[in-house]
Each structure stands twice: as structure tokens, then as C-alpha cells.
């Protein structure tokens, strides 16, 4: 039987179907900011050499991140373009949901989604199963996506003047203008608390007006039709 799942069924079904792992975990979420208790488990499965594979879609990896997986031997990683789905699975369960990894979602946000037995509906686990496996098929494995990420940062960066001013998007405080880090230090250091790249700030960070600002996309619409050549590669 098909269950349907509120905010707290999302993340107690998800941990359960971590626990029971015995041959396969698949995780689909755009972005990778996985909580600590999800970290513990993904450990105890990659010492037991149960098969993880991790697809991601937002180009925001940190140095924790990137070392962490580094260390999980049983652990594969790809980035997939444009992804939006999120989907957790093992070999008999699934959960298709609203809610992302990391661990902002999980305590904040209002999510649901659906809970899917194998054993109760196959077919419709064989589905989501299927679609999940093509979207590791049409993935780069995180290796590539690393460089790439690597590569279209630089390009953003070579295009922007290191001299140019611009805005922190929460406070307006002058900074370097970078939509990479679209934070002063004080207001990074409080937003680095919750880490949710979409939560809405005030300020564009290239003009300084108000706009309602993500760190995925600081800057307003203007700014980025009169300049769309300097930040084409950047977040918004």
C-alpha cells in the first residue's frame, strides 16, 4: 500500500529506510547538505559495503562535502543538470517527496510526500526505481562535476572585475561583487547556521535595490538582462 507522509513521516520513513538497507540506497536531491544523522548512517552502510548512490543537482559543495564523500568507499556521486526530484530508495522501499537532505528541510519546512512498499505495489516501485536509475545514467560522476564546477567558477570569476562593487543581499553593506558569495562575513557567518540557499534576502547584490535574493540568485532581473554576458555561469 501506497502511504501518504507528512513533514515528520518524510524523515522518520527516511531514516528507516536507510536502517534497512541491505543491498542499495539511491538518494535524489538537488541540493547536497546532508544532515548529521544521515551522515552516521550512510557510514554504517559504506563500512557494511551496502551500494550508495548519491545524485545531486546544485553545483554548491563545500570542502567538508566533497571530503567526506572522498572517504565513503562504497559511495558513488553525480551531479545531474537541472534536477528538481527528490526520491529516496532501497532494494523494497521508496520515497518520493518534497523534502531535500539537508537538514534545514527536515526541521523547518513543511514537506510531504508518499511512502511506497515493494512488496505491496511493485509496479509502481519498479517505476520510480526505473526512472531513478536513468537519472544516474544521464549524471556525471561527481569526479567530473567537481572539475566542472571548478572550470565554471573560474570563468564566472575571470569575467567580473575584482575591483567591481557590490552588495551583501541580507544587510547592503558594500563588498566585492562575486554572486558566488553574495554575503558580507558577519551575514555569511549567520546564514552558514541553516545553509538554505534559498531563503530570502532583501537586496540585489549587483545594483543594491530591493529584490527578494537567494544566494542561488542575488541578482534582480534587471541587473542580469542589462549584464546578462559578466554573470552568464553564476547562480542566477
Known amino acids: 500500500m501506497t502511504k501518504f507522509l507528512d513533514t515528520t513521516g518524510v524523515s522518520y520513513h527516511l531514516q528507516q529506510l536507510l536502517?534497512?538497507?541491505?543491498d542499495?540506497?539511491?538518494?535524489?536531491?538537488p541540493y547536497l547538505k546532508i544532515s548529521e544523522k544521515i551522515?552516521?548512517?550512510?557510514?554504517d552502510k559504506d563500512r557494511m559495503k551496502i551500494d550508495i548512490r548519491v545524485v545531486y543537482g546544485k553545483n554548491e559543495l563545500q570542502?567538508?562535502?566533497?571530503?567526506w564523500l572522498k572517504s565513503l568507499k562504497s559511495v558513488r556521486t553525480s551531479f545531474c543538470e537541472n534536477l528538481h526530484a527528490k526520491c529516496y530508495l532501497n532494494e523494497e522501499e521508496a520515497i518520493v517527496t518534497s523534502m531535500n537532505l539537508y537538514e534545514f528541510s527536515q526541521i523547518n519546512n513543511q514537506e510531504m510526500g508518499i511512502h511506497i512498499s515493494k512488496?505491496?505495489?511493485?509496479?509502481?516501485?519498479?517505476?520510480?526505481?526505473?526512472?531513478?536509475?536513468?537519472l544516474i545514467r544521464i549524471s556525471d560522476e561527481v569526479r567530473l562535476s567537481i572539475e566542472k564546477i571548478i572550470e565554471s567558477e573560474t570563468k564566472s570569476t575571470d569575467k567580473i572585475n575584482n575591483n567591481e562593487k557590490g552588495f551583501c543581499i541580507r544587510c547592503k553593506k558594500?563588498?566585492?561583487l562575486n554572486p558566488s558569495i553574495p554575503y558580507c562575513t558577519d551575514c555569511y557567518k549567520i546564514w552558514k547556521k541553516y545553509e538554505n540557499p534559498t531563503y530570502q534576502?532583501?537586496?540585489?547584490?549587483?545594483?543594491?535595490?530591493?529584490n527578494e535574493s537567494t544566494l542561488n540568485k542575488p541578482i534582480c532581473i534587471e541587473c542580469y538582462k542589462n549584464s546578462k554576458a559578466k554573470f552568464t555561469n553564476t547562480k542566477s
Open 19 to 22: 536502517n534497512n538497507a541491505k
Open 24 to 29: 542499495t540506497i539511491i538518494l535524489i536531491s
Open 39 to 43: 551522515r552516521q548512517s550512510l557510514d
Open 63 to 67: 570542502p567538508d562535502e566533497i571530503n
Open 119 to 134: 512488496t505491496e505495489d511493485k509496479q509502481l516501485y519498479d517505476d520510480v526505481y526505473n526512472e531513478a536509475r536513468r
Open 174 to 176: 558594500e563588498i566585492p
Open 201 to 210: 534576502e532583501k537586496y540585489c547584490h549587483s545594483c543594491g535595490k530591493d
